[in-house]
């Protein structure tokens, strides 16, 4: 079964760029649904992008479209999640999550974003 390990996250000023990226591994990448949620303090989880398993199609949350992008790079069996405009609203644990037919997913253990001044 696969195991997500997320990178990338930090502290940036509004208005900056971030790249946050998850590798998958233990399992064949291209069997999974991939996608980045995100969870700010006090709120419940949301979903903030996905990609599906060929990485044809893409779908985004109505408060990220245009600022962010999803990708996958199934040679190095990781997804990528480009952010830029960002903005204080958008500090957040993020999270990597891979589904597959059949049910099964698989969380990674989250990495922390900070907008701010």
């Known amino acids: 079964q696969v195991q997500l390990v997320e990178s990338g996250g930090g502290l940036v000023q509004p208005g900056g760029s971030l790249r946050l990226s998850c590798a998958a591994s233990g399992d064949t990448f291209s069997r999974y649904i991939m996608s980045w949620y995100r969870q700010a303090p006090g709120k419940e989880r949301e979903l903030v992008a996905l990609?599906?398993?060929?990485?044809?199609?893409?779908n985004y949350a109505e408060s990220v479209k245009g600022r962010f992008t999803i990708s996958r790079d199934s040679a190095k069996d990781t997804v990528y999640l480009q952010m830029t405009s960002l903005k204080p609203e958008d500090t957040a644990v993020y999270y990597c999550n891979a589904v597959r037919l059949g049910g099964f997913s698989a969380w990674g253990q989250g990495t922390q974003v900070t907008v701010s001044s």
């Open positions: 990609i599906t398993r060929s990485g044809g199609n893409t």
